[in-house]
Protein backbone atom coordinates (compact mmCIF):
# COMPACT_ATOMS: atom_id res chain seq x y z
CA UNK A 1 0.00 0.00 0.00
CA UNK A 2 2.56 3.01 -1.18
CA UNK A 3 1.46 6.66 -0.01
CA UNK A 4 1.89 8.74 -3.19
CA UNK A 5 4.34 10.90 -1.85
CA UNK A 6 6.80 8.58 -0.95
CA UNK A 7 7.24 4.74 -0.94
CA UNK A 8 7.86 2.52 2.49
CA UNK A 9 11.37 1.63 3.24
CA UNK A 10 10.12 -2.22 2.70
CA UNK A 11 8.45 -1.09 -0.60
CA UNK A 12 12.26 0.44 -1.69
CA UNK A 13 13.54 -3.53 -0.13
CA UNK A 14 11.10 -5.02 -2.87
CA UNK A 15 12.27 -2.91 -5.78
CA UNK A 16 15.94 -3.10 -4.94
CA UNK A 17 15.61 -7.25 -5.68
CA UNK A 18 13.37 -6.62 -8.57
CA UNK A 19 15.83 -4.28 -10.28
CA UNK A 20 18.40 -7.17 -9.24
CA UNK A 21 16.85 -10.00 -11.42
CA UNK A 22 15.93 -7.08 -13.91
CA UNK A 23 19.34 -6.28 -14.38
CA UNK A 24 20.71 -10.07 -14.43
CA UNK A 25 18.17 -11.03 -17.00
CA UNK A 26 18.70 -8.31 -19.13
CA UNK A 27 20.20 -10.15 -21.95
CA UNK A 28 18.29 -13.32 -21.88
CA UNK A 29 15.58 -12.79 -24.55
CA UNK A 30 12.52 -10.95 -24.37
CA UNK A 31 11.60 -10.35 -20.30
CA UNK A 32 7.84 -10.72 -19.20
CA UNK A 33 7.35 -8.89 -15.66
CA UNK A 34 4.01 -9.40 -13.69
CA UNK A 35 2.64 -6.80 -11.13
CA UNK A 36 0.03 -9.36 -9.73
CA UNK A 37 -1.54 -6.42 -7.54
CA UNK A 38 -0.96 -3.08 -9.51
CA UNK A 39 -3.76 -0.96 -7.73
CA UNK A 40 -2.85 2.53 -7.74
CA UNK A 41 -0.05 1.42 -10.43
CA UNK A 42 3.07 2.60 -8.20
CA UNK A 43 4.75 -0.97 -8.64
CA UNK A 44 3.72 -0.94 -12.19
CA UNK A 45 5.66 2.59 -13.08
CA UNK A 46 8.96 1.07 -10.85
CA UNK A 47 9.37 -1.83 -12.67
CA UNK A 48 8.64 -0.67 -16.26
CA UNK A 49 10.81 2.71 -15.37
CA UNK A 50 13.30 0.19 -14.77
CA UNK A 51 13.18 -2.41 -17.14
CA UNK A 52 15.36 -3.37 -19.88
CA UNK A 53 14.00 -1.77 -23.12
CA UNK A 54 12.31 -5.81 -24.53
CA UNK A 55 10.66 -6.35 -21.48
CA UNK A 56 6.93 -6.23 -21.43
CA UNK A 57 4.73 -5.66 -18.36
CA UNK A 58 1.50 -7.98 -17.48
CA UNK A 59 -0.56 -5.97 -14.82
CA UNK A 60 -3.42 -7.49 -12.96
CA UNK A 61 -6.03 -6.50 -10.49
CA UNK A 62 -9.65 -7.38 -10.34
CA UNK A 63 -10.77 -3.62 -10.13
CA UNK A 64 -11.78 -1.46 -12.86
CA UNK A 65 -10.64 1.32 -10.90
CA UNK A 66 -7.06 -0.08 -10.22
CA UNK A 67 -6.75 -0.59 -13.62
CA UNK A 68 -7.83 2.84 -15.02
CA UNK A 69 -5.08 4.85 -12.22
CA UNK A 70 -2.19 2.24 -13.55
CA UNK A 71 -3.27 3.25 -17.33
CA UNK A 72 -3.47 6.55 -16.32
CA UNK A 73 0.35 6.59 -14.16
CA UNK A 74 1.96 4.33 -17.11
CA UNK A 75 0.50 6.40 -19.59
CA UNK A 76 1.59 9.93 -18.18
CA UNK A 77 5.47 7.88 -18.02
CA UNK A 78 5.40 7.00 -21.52
CA UNK A 79 4.92 3.65 -20.51
CA UNK A 80 1.75 1.92 -21.67
CA UNK A 81 2.36 0.33 -24.67
CA UNK A 82 4.58 -1.69 -22.85
CA UNK A 83 1.90 -2.69 -20.67
CA UNK A 84 -0.79 -5.35 -20.97
CA UNK A 85 -3.87 -4.80 -18.23
CA UNK A 86 -5.80 -7.28 -17.89
CA UNK A 87 -9.49 -6.93 -14.85
CA UNK A 88 -8.50 -10.75 -13.77
CA UNK A 89 -7.64 -12.49 -10.56
CA UNK A 90 -3.72 -13.37 -10.31
CA UNK A 91 -5.48 -17.17 -9.32
CA UNK A 92 -5.52 -17.24 -12.89
CA UNK A 93 -2.37 -17.20 -13.63
CA UNK A 94 -1.65 -20.65 -14.17
CA UNK A 95 -3.69 -20.40 -17.41
CA UNK A 96 -2.50 -17.14 -18.31
CA UNK A 97 1.65 -17.13 -17.96
CA UNK A 98 1.78 -19.99 -20.41
CA UNK A 99 0.09 -17.94 -23.25
CA UNK A 100 2.08 -15.13 -22.02
CA UNK A 101 5.66 -16.84 -22.24
CA UNK A 102 4.97 -18.16 -25.60
CA UNK A 103 8.33 -18.50 -27.64
CA UNK A 104 8.42 -15.18 -30.17
CA UNK A 105 10.11 -14.39 -32.77
CA UNK A 106 9.94 -16.52 -36.97
CA UNK A 107 11.15 -20.19 -37.11
CA UNK A 108 14.52 -19.35 -37.45
CA UNK A 109 15.60 -17.68 -34.69
CA UNK A 110 12.89 -18.00 -31.81
CA UNK A 111 13.66 -16.65 -28.16
CA UNK A 112 11.77 -17.54 -25.30
CA UNK A 113 9.69 -14.99 -23.33
CA UNK A 114 10.85 -15.73 -19.69
CA UNK A 115 9.39 -14.61 -17.02
CA UNK A 116 11.75 -12.34 -14.77
CA UNK A 117 9.80 -10.91 -12.07
CA UNK A 118 6.87 -10.62 -10.19
CA UNK A 119 5.56 -8.10 -7.46
CA UNK A 120 3.06 -8.76 -5.17
CA UNK A 121 1.57 -6.03 -2.80
CA UNK A 122 -0.89 -7.31 -0.98
CA UNK A 123 -3.93 -5.83 1.23
CA UNK A 124 -6.50 -3.36 0.16
CA UNK A 125 -6.45 -0.53 -2.40
CA UNK A 126 -5.23 2.66 -1.21
CA UNK A 127 -8.31 5.13 -1.60
CA UNK A 128 -10.51 2.07 -2.56
CA UNK A 129 -13.04 -0.34 -1.32
CA UNK A 130 -11.11 -1.64 1.91
CA UNK A 131 -13.75 -4.85 1.92
CA UNK A 132 -11.95 -6.18 -0.99
CA UNK A 133 -8.49 -7.31 -0.05
CA UNK A 134 -6.31 -10.03 -1.78
CA UNK A 135 -7.34 -13.61 -0.55
CA UNK A 136 -4.58 -16.18 0.91
CA UNK A 137 -6.26 -18.94 -1.56
CA UNK A 138 -5.83 -16.71 -4.37
CA UNK A 139 -2.62 -15.32 -3.61
CA UNK A 140 -0.90 -19.08 -3.00
CA UNK A 141 -2.69 -20.42 -6.41
CA UNK A 142 -0.66 -16.97 -7.63
CA UNK A 143 2.22 -17.77 -6.52
CA UNK A 144 2.27 -21.29 -7.34
CA UNK A 145 1.85 -20.69 -10.98
CA UNK A 146 5.11 -17.52 -10.70
CA UNK A 147 7.41 -20.31 -8.74
CA UNK A 148 6.55 -22.84 -11.37
CA UNK A 149 7.54 -20.45 -14.38
CA UNK A 150 10.11 -17.99 -12.55
CA UNK A 151 13.50 -18.15 -14.56
CA UNK A 152 16.72 -18.51 -13.05
CA UNK A 153 17.78 -15.45 -11.33
CA UNK A 154 14.16 -14.36 -11.35
CA UNK A 155 12.41 -12.52 -8.09
CA UNK A 156 9.18 -12.53 -6.39
CA UNK A 157 8.70 -10.07 -4.03
CA UNK A 158 5.62 -10.59 -1.37
CA UNK A 159 4.47 -7.41 0.52
CA UNK A 160 2.37 -8.29 3.29
CA UNK A 161 -0.05 -6.59 5.33
CA UNK A 162 -1.72 -7.85 8.64
CA UNK A 163 -3.98 -4.91 9.53
CA UNK A 164 -7.17 -6.17 8.09
CA UNK A 165 -9.02 -8.96 8.73
CA UNK A 166 -7.73 -12.34 6.86
CA UNK A 167 -4.27 -10.21 6.53
CA UNK A 168 -2.56 -12.18 9.43
CA UNK A 169 -3.60 -15.85 7.71
CA UNK A 170 -2.39 -14.76 4.27
CA UNK A 171 0.79 -13.29 5.70
CA UNK A 172 1.51 -16.53 7.34
CA UNK A 173 0.12 -18.70 4.95
CA UNK A 174 2.42 -17.16 2.22
CA UNK A 175 5.68 -17.56 4.96
CA UNK A 176 5.10 -21.29 5.67
CA UNK A 177 4.91 -21.66 1.31
CA UNK A 178 8.14 -20.20 0.78
CA UNK A 179 9.73 -21.65 3.90
CA UNK A 180 9.29 -24.81 2.51
CA UNK A 181 10.76 -24.19 -1.20
CA UNK A 182 14.63 -26.25 -1.46
CA UNK A 183 17.66 -24.06 -0.56
CA UNK A 184 19.57 -25.45 -3.27
CA UNK A 185 16.85 -23.88 -5.52
CA UNK A 186 15.73 -20.67 -3.61
CA UNK A 187 16.70 -17.98 -2.08
CA UNK A 188 14.05 -16.62 0.38
CA UNK A 189 14.32 -13.52 2.35
CA UNK A 190 12.31 -11.75 4.88
CA UNK A 191 12.42 -8.39 6.38
CA UNK A 192 10.05 -6.82 9.28
CA UNK A 193 10.19 -4.70 11.93
CA UNK A 194 12.65 -6.07 14.61
CA UNK A 195 11.65 -2.94 17.43
CA UNK A 196 8.12 -2.92 17.50
CA UNK A 197 5.53 -5.95 19.04
CA UNK A 198 3.05 -5.78 16.30
CA UNK A 199 4.55 -6.41 12.58
CA UNK A 200 1.98 -4.93 10.72
CA UNK A 201 3.63 -5.58 7.29
CA UNK A 202 6.35 -7.80 6.27
CA UNK A 203 8.21 -8.54 2.64
CA UNK A 204 9.46 -11.76 1.81
CA UNK A 205 12.05 -11.73 -1.45
CA UNK A 206 12.49 -14.48 -3.13
CA UNK A 207 15.15 -15.86 -5.78
CA UNK A 208 15.19 -18.68 -8.17
CA UNK A 209 18.66 -19.36 -7.48
CA UNK A 210 21.01 -20.17 -11.27
CA UNK A 211 21.01 -23.87 -12.13
CA UNK A 212 24.22 -25.73 -11.17
CA UNK A 213 26.18 -26.82 -13.68
CA UNK A 214 26.82 -30.98 -13.48
CA UNK A 215 30.32 -31.81 -13.30
CA UNK A 216 30.11 -33.35 -16.96
CA UNK A 217 29.08 -29.79 -18.33
CA UNK A 218 31.40 -27.83 -16.36
CA UNK A 219 34.59 -29.81 -17.69
CA UNK A 220 33.39 -29.23 -21.05
CA UNK A 221 33.34 -25.29 -20.54
CA UNK A 222 36.76 -25.99 -18.72
CA UNK A 223 36.19 -25.27 -15.33
CA UNK A 224 38.64 -26.99 -12.44
C1 LIG B 1 -2.12 -2.93 -1.87
S1 LIG B 1 -3.01 -2.84 -3.38
C2 LIG B 1 -1.75 -2.83 -4.59
C3 LIG B 1 -1.01 -1.53 -4.67
C4 LIG B 1 -0.22 -1.40 -5.95
N1 LIG B 1 0.87 -2.36 -6.01
C5 LIG B 1 0.27 -0.02 -6.20
O1 LIG B 1 1.46 0.13 -6.58
O2 LIG B 1 -0.48 0.93 -6.09
C6 LIG B 1 -3.66 -4.47 -3.55
C7 LIG B 1 -4.45 -4.68 -4.82
O3 LIG B 1 -4.74 -6.06 -4.97
C8 LIG B 1 -5.93 -6.15 -5.71
N2 LIG B 1 -6.47 -7.51 -5.67
C9 LIG B 1 -7.29 -8.08 -4.76
N3 LIG B 1 -7.54 -9.35 -5.11
C10 LIG B 1 -6.88 -9.59 -6.26
C11 LIG B 1 -6.77 -10.72 -7.13
N4 LIG B 1 -7.38 -11.88 -6.86
N5 LIG B 1 -6.01 -10.60 -8.25
C12 LIG B 1 -5.38 -9.44 -8.55
N6 LIG B 1 -5.46 -8.33 -7.76
C13 LIG B 1 -6.19 -8.40 -6.63
C14 LIG B 1 -6.81 -5.10 -5.06
O4 LIG B 1 -7.89 -4.75 -5.90
C15 LIG B 1 -5.81 -3.97 -4.83
O5 LIG B 1 -5.85 -3.04 -5.88
Request: charged share 20%.
Amino acid sequence: MIADSRPSLLDHLAHAALVRAMTALAEAGPLLLLDATCGNGHDSLFLLSHAPPQARLLCMDVQPAALAATRRRLEAAGLAARAELRLQGHQELDTILPSCLRQTGDTEEQTAVCLGCACFNLGWLPGGDKNLVTRTENTLRALEAVLHHLAPQGCVSLHCYTGHPGGQEEAEAIRDRVASLPPRQWRVLSAADANRSSQGESLLVLERLPRRQTKASSKVQGSP
